[in-house]
Nanobody, 120 residues
């Protein structure tokens, strides 16, 4: 059974950093591109970043460009999202998803999410 499990969410102060992990089980992660999304309370799910199967291609939403870094370690079957200079408006549940190309909201494989709270 294909499973994605996110971890690393926490309470962090404004300007702080977190690293999220997306670990795969039941399948080999390097067959898929992986995307990160986030959903704040009362808002629609928002695409954040995507990394290609090889890791050579990375794209970011304008709102996080220069602050967030996506990476993958296929040997560990894990994708990471390093988040720096976090702001309160980035409080959300963060999800990872897998697909043949960059995942979209319609992709089939999702994790359960990890809560990131940015607050003083």
């Amino acid at each position: 059974q294909l499973q994605l499990v996110e971890s690393g969410g926490d309470l962090v102060q404004p300007g702080g950093s977190l690293r999220l992990s997306c670990a795969a089980s039941g399948f080999t992660l390097d067959y898929y591109a992986i995307g990160w999304f986030r959903q704040a309370p009362g808002k629609e799910r928002e695409w954040v970043s995507c990394i290609s199967r090889s890791g050579h291609s990375k794209v970011y939403a304008n709102s996080v460009k220069g602050r967030f870094t996506i990476s993958r370690d296929n040997a560990k079957n894990t994708v990471y999202l390093q988040m720096n200079s976090l702001q309160p408006e980035e409080t959300a549940v963060y999800y990872c998803a897998a697909d043949d190309g960059c995942p979209t909201a319609e992709s089939n494989y999702w994790g359960q999410g990890t809560q990131v709270t940015v607050s003083s």
